[in-house]
């Protein structure tokens, strides 16, 4: 947005440019749309949002957040039991984020994201391999520059709302040493002519 401001007596005017940022929202980790992999407990502690935080030991474990906006905030707790998490912003890896503390610390903002294009994206977590056995990563929660989503559903091309026109046959993908060794299997059509299309329903 453009604004424009002018002196009282109208000497002199200046032109300026601000961008307007959505709200900003705090999710507690229990919420529903916060997928999460591994073996993860509700764990209590008064500093805590919401009094508990997420936290795990499984190796490879992992929380993921979609959301609809420009930026996320990880709030997590710190501690002697804590290790470190990998983090990544759409499928990509930004960052690994060492959860260890001295004492306890509740509610801290560990890492933030850079400035997105507004629209769907994902955050997410995973314990990182070099953690040794009983180290934790914690979730409390996530401050978003925006609104937390539902994560995408996908659907199998076997799915009765796909409607395929024209003539499709099954395709399987397979590497040449399986190639040599499997049976054939239905898997994702595959178009044998022209001015082929599919569609939604």
């Not at 501690?79 to 890896?93: H, L, M, R, S």
């Not at 559903?153 to 026109?165: E, G, K, L």
């Amino acid at each position: 947005m453009t604004v424009q401001a002018t002196t009282p007596a109208e000497s002199a005017t200046t032109s300026f440019t601000y961008v307007v940022l959505p709200p900003v929202n705090l999710y507690d980790q229990i919420n529903g749309n916060i997928v999460k992999t591994g073996a993860w407990t509700d764990y209590a502690g008064a500093g805590s949002y919401g009094g508990s935080y997420g936290r795990t030991a499984t190796p490879g474990a992992s929380a993921t957040v979609w959301f609809n906006g420009s930026q996320i905030d990880w709030i997590a707790m710190e501690g002697i039991t804590t290790g470190k998490a990998d983090v990544y912003i759409d499928g990509v890896k930004l960052a690994t984020v060492n959860l260890a503390a001295s004492s306890p610390a509740y509610q801290q903002d560990v890492w933030s994201s850079p400035v997105l294009t507004p629209g769907l994206h994902s955050f997410k977590i995973v314990r990182s391999a070099g953690n040794v056995a009983n180290e934790f990563i914690t979730l409390d929660g996530v401050s978003i520059a925006g609104t937390i989503a539902a994560a995408p559903i996908r659907y199998q091309q076997t799915d009765t709302h796909i409607v395929y026109s024209g003539a499709w046959s099954p395709f399987v993908s397979r590497t040449p040493r399986e190639a040599a060794t499997a049976a054939p299997s239905a898997t994702a059509p595959r178009p044998q002519s022209p001015s082929l299309a599919h569609a939604w329903t």
